[in-house]
């Protein structure tokens, strides 16, 4: 955690931008007001990132139309504006997979070097430890579920100019007639809405949205079959196959060196996904070799996986088998890559092995309770095995986002992938991977 407040302390918010060499999958921000390109926007603009950003919508002209101009010119760049009328008054930023920022600073130039602000960047694993980043996420879900919002327009930037110059000419009659011009009814802001009914309105939309994703990863696992490469086993079930296409697809044409392009991707493949979906499909069946170590992860582990977390099974199996479990998770590992030693009870360690960390971690979790006292065998347990198969998206959302159930750093994309690979008959492995594979072949879905 590092506090900014530029002059008065020495830490100046423009130096939180993450570098080239720093992995963000997306950037989202909620800022009201803003001037300025040359601090976050470029930031995002050079290193290929997409930003996703709300601002604040008024008679006022909160935003200056310039800078609502570079938003709209760059949405083939991945850069998206939309608009929340009167009552947004948030400055906060997430930079996926590196951190938040919350503070005063709004998106100017003075705010950003020159100006009082005093704001708190929080690395990602911080929040991910005391369950805040799904407070972060919940607030994002509603910006982007809020019915008053508008999608940025030639026709708003115009309006903003003529309120601008009417603003600029006629200070003394400007609040009645700027209000008069305004074409968006003022909004009061959201209705109450309790903390239970706007967890159901997160629900009901992650729900969506998960089934759409395993819509599309089915279909790719009913043709992959037929575009097995001949070094993939025969016997490899069809779900792991399109998992595993996806795998190489993603490092070997997405990647590139530092940046993840995903986006771009699917911009350029959005109007017809199944043609780029079975034009890749050819690409790998024509492999000679496994790219990426596909066939260690088909052959190796996720049997693994589907061995240990047989069903009626999950709650006996034992620390060694838990920590296999976890090692060939490719979430799991790549999460606990990211965590600090200490959070792992490894502190003054040295030259501490992966497979050690994953070892300390799986410990850790077994250590844990959540709220109903249960562990986190108990939580694998309901996911895969607590009812209909079809409930599976909904038990999984509830074992990430309930307070009463879920783990500290054990989040959807590896409860996921666990359940697809240990229940390929019931629905394909997800993760971010996975979701970042889907939309640079065109498809719609959001990468967790």
Not at 198 to 212: G, H, P, Q, T, V
Not at 341 to 352: A, S
Not at 372 to 387: I, Y
């Amino acid at each position: 955690m590092k506090f900014y407040a530029n002059k008065l302390n020495g830490s100046f918010l423009r130096n939180v931008l993450p570098g080239e060499s720093v992995e963000v999958d997306w950037v989202r921000a909620a800022i009201a007001y803003g001037s300025d390109g040359t601090t976050l926007v470029k930031n995002c603009l050079e290193h290929g990132r997409r930003l996703d950003i709300w601002m604040r919508y008024d008679h006022t002209v909160p935003v200056e139309p310039r800078l609502l101009r570079l938003f709209l010119r760059n949405t083939g760049k991945n850069i998206f504006c939309t608009l929340i009328p009167d009552v947004l008054h948030a400055k906060v930023i997430w930079w996926k997979n590196y951190g938040v920022y919350v503070g005063s600073a709004n998106l100017t130039e003075r705010a950003w070097v020159s100006n009082i602000e005093f704001g708190v960047f929080i690395p990602e694993q911080d929040l991910e430890a005391n369950g805040g980043i799904t407070e972060i996420d919940g607030f994002f879900e509603s910006l982007i579920s809020c019915d008053a919002a508008q999608q940025l327009t030639e026709e708003i930037i115009q309006e903003q100019e003529g309120i601008l110059r009417l603003r600029e000419k006629e200070q003394r009659k400007i609040e009645l007639e700027s209000q008069r011009l305004r074409s968006i009814k003022k909004w009061e802001g959201p209705a109450f809405t309790s903390s239970d009914k706007a967890l159901d309105i997160r629900k009901e939309s992650f729900i969506k949205e998960w089934r759409n994703g395993l819509s599309f990863l089915r279909d790719i696992a009913d043709k992959a079959p037929n575009y097995r490469p001949r070094w993939l086993n025969q016997d490899v079930p069809a779900a792991w196959q399109a998992d595993q296409f996806l795998h190489a697809f993603y490092y070997n044409k997405v990647v590139d060196g530092v940046r993840h392009p995903f986006d771009e991707h699917y911009q350029k493949n959005r109007k017809n996904p199944a043609a780029s979906m079975l034009a890749e499909l050819k690409w790998w069946s024509e492999l000679d070799v496994p790219p990426s170590s596909e066939d260690v992860n088909c052959h190796i582990r996720a049997p693994v996986i589907r061995r240990y977390l047989v069903k009626n099974k999950v709650r006996s199996i034992s620390l060694e088998e838990f920590s296999e479990v976890l090692q060939a998770n490719h979430s799991t590992v790549d999460h606990v890559r990211r965590m600090r030693l200490e959070e792992l009870g490894l502190r003054g360690e040295q030259d501490v092995t992966e497979a050690q960390r994953v070892g300390a971690f799986a410990a850790l979790l077994l250590s844990q309770r959540n709220e109903r006292g249960e562990t986190v065998l108990d939580l694998l347990a309901f996911v895969l095995d607590g009812g209909s198969p079809n409930e599976i998206p909904a038990r999984l959302f509830e074992a990430v986002h309930s307070s009463a159930r879920r783990f500290p750093h054990f989040g959807n994309n590896q409860i996921a992938e666990l359940a697809g690979w240990a229940r390929p008959e019931l629905c394909p492995p997800r993760n971010g991977r996975t979701s970042k594979g889907l939309r640079a072949l065109g498809y719609d879905v959001r990468v967790y």
